[in-house]
């Protein structure tokens, strides 16, 4: 496996479901993402890691939680979602502090999620 | 609060063409970037942007930045069918956090 991958793709769960999306880097990065697409919105950041320490945490709602036992792994826990919370949801990593004029965020293919 | 904008939102070519894509933004910032994405799929960086006056090309795209009008352009020369997706802008805030422009939809037709 190279890059950002993430599991499952695809997740339809029901409002009072528990799941989890989990993601994983093959790049030897220290910083990972999780970034929420939804159809009306812009891409939105929701949490940041560096060095397994959450440095950002972008007013989201606490039926997400996130989990990052290591540089290399990364997890989007969801309990209680609605449906508004229905998007693709991206995973990124990338070197902070950026060791070149080329690094940059690298994304993976993102788990689509149905809140039915 | 950092405010990205594109412009336009969507944009439908016709091959052979030339066009720009714009992305504004409200405060200083020392990083932007260009990503792809096509349908159903992740995003891909393009280039990314450091200084003022700083001009990247890659085939028939070219990114430039002027930090002092806080702009960005993402310039297509020639367009063919391959380059239709969705261009995203995003500039870093501070640290490692990206705001992104809402998208530009380009079509290209033949």
């Known amino acids: 496996e190279t890059g950002v991958t993430q599991t499952p793709r695809h997740l339809v769960m029901g409002m009072t479901n528990k799941k989890s999306l989990k993601c994983e880097q093959h790049l030897g990065h220290n910083a990972m993402y999780w970034y929420k697409q939804s159809a009306k919105k812009p891409l939105e950041l929701m949490f940041v890691?560096?060095?397994?320490?959450?440095?950002e945490n972008n007013s989201v709602p606490s039926r997400f939680s996130p989990e990052c036992p290591n540089s290399s792994h990364l997890f989007l826990h969801l309990h209680t979602l609605q449906p508004e919370d229905s998007a693709l949801y991206l995973c990124a990593s990338s070197q902070e502090p950026p060791g070149s004029s080329t690094d940059t965020q690298y994304f993976g293919p993102g788990t689509r999620l149905t809140v039915l | 609060e950092l405010k990205v904008e594109q412009n336009p939102l969507f944009l439908s070519m016709q091959e052979g063409k030339n066009y720009t894509i714009y992305c504004n933004y409200s405060?200083?910032?020392?990083?932007l970037y260009w990503y792809r994405q096509d349908p159903g799929k992740s995003l891909e960086s393009l280039f990314v942007?450091?200084?003022?006056?700083a001009v990247k090309q890659e085939g028939r795209l070219m990114a430039s930045l002027d930090t002092k009008a806080r702009l960005s352009t993402l310039h297509i020369t020639a367009a063919v069918h391959d380059l239709s997706a969705t261009y995203f802008c995003?500039?870093?805030?501070?640290?490692?956090?990206?705001?992104f422009g809402a998208g530009t939809i380009l079509r290209v037709k033949s």
């Open positions: 942007l450091l200084s003022n006056g």
């Open positions: 890691y560096n060095f397994k320490e959450q440095t």
């Open positions: 995003a500039v870093d805030e501070y640290g490692n956090k990206l705001v």
């Open positions: 405060t200083t910032s020392d990083r």
